[in-house]
């Protein structure tokens, strides 16, 4: 089994950033992908961006690219989402996700193919 905790959500303005962290504990496999999802009031959860294994390619939804980076620390098996230029449609609960397996690309964006999720962070971002 395997446990994802989230931390780093909060307010901030327009402009500013956060910077998401994920620890993952439990079941410690090396194939893991890690991804970051959210959920909009009102919206259904969209993917946001994802590393994956072996060469820790990285895969960003369109709306965030060149604005968010996805990364990982493998000795502390944490995953970061680091958040620049945030927007007032930026505002969701940010969910850490894991996968077990090898995957690339757009195929991170399906949500059903992961296999553990967090419990959510908040990030609001005022205009």
């Known amino acids: 089994q395997v446990q994802l905790v989230e931390s780093g959500g909060g307010l901030v303005q327009a402009g500013g950033s956060l910077r998401l962290s994920c620890v993952r504990s439990?079941?410690?496999?090396?194939?893991?992908?890690m991804g970051w999802f959210r959920q909009a009031p009102g919206k259904e959860r969209e993917f946001v961006a994802a590393?994956?294994?072996?060469?820790?390619?990285?895969h960003y939804a369109d709306s965030v690219k060149g604005r968010f980076a996805i990364s990982r620390d493998g000795a502390s098996n944490t995953a970061y989402l680091q958040m620049n230029s945030l927007k007032p449609e930026d505002t969701a609960v940010y969910y850490c996700?894991?996968?077990?397996?090898?995957?690339?690309?757009?195929?991170?964006?399906?949500?059903?193919?992961?296999?553990?999720w967090g419990q959510g962070t908040q990030v609001t971002v005022s205009s």
């Open positions: 439990g079941r410690i496999v090396r194939t893991y992908a």
């Open positions: 996700a894991a996968l077990d397996g090898y995957y690339s690309g757009s195929t991170y964006e399906n949500e059903h193919l992961w296999d553990y």
């Open positions: 590393i994956g294994r072996p060469t820790d390619e990285t």
